[in-house]
């Protein structure tokens, strides 16, 4: 095998691994028939919003559901935390501010908090972790919510 076959085929591998992790870290972000929860956890020992999986929530400062920063390729590495239109939103014990919806478009409906969009990252490798914290993409900076406020 030459060497750029082999740099191929180690690329094709990696893209493929990035599919299936952003395949798997979306099913927590999408809600079923019943409430969408978010909920007050720790990453990095911080109290942080997290998911009903656990997974650290994040926002992108300064994007707004008037001028969303993370659109195209940003939505395959910063998922959007999605819910149906008719989904009771709940907080959990500890997460101050109000819960909210707006349309993503094609039928597709993103959770906020406090106003600002939700994500997960495809980079955590589950709950605990916030290795997108701080990251600067897409005109804007990643952050994490504190629960309270």
Known sequence: MTASMSHARRSSVALAAVAALALTAAVPAVAGGGSTVVKAGRAGGSPVVVNSHGRTLYILAPETTKHLLCTGGCLSVWLPVKTGRTTKLKAGSGVK????RFSRGGGSFQVTLRGLPLYTYIGDSGSGTATGVGL???GG???TLRPGG
Do not use: D, I, S
Not at 97 to 100: A, I, Q
């Open 136 to 138: 600067k993409t897409n």
């Open 141 to 143: 900076t990643w952050r």
């Open 97 to 100: 501010g109000r819960l909210g």
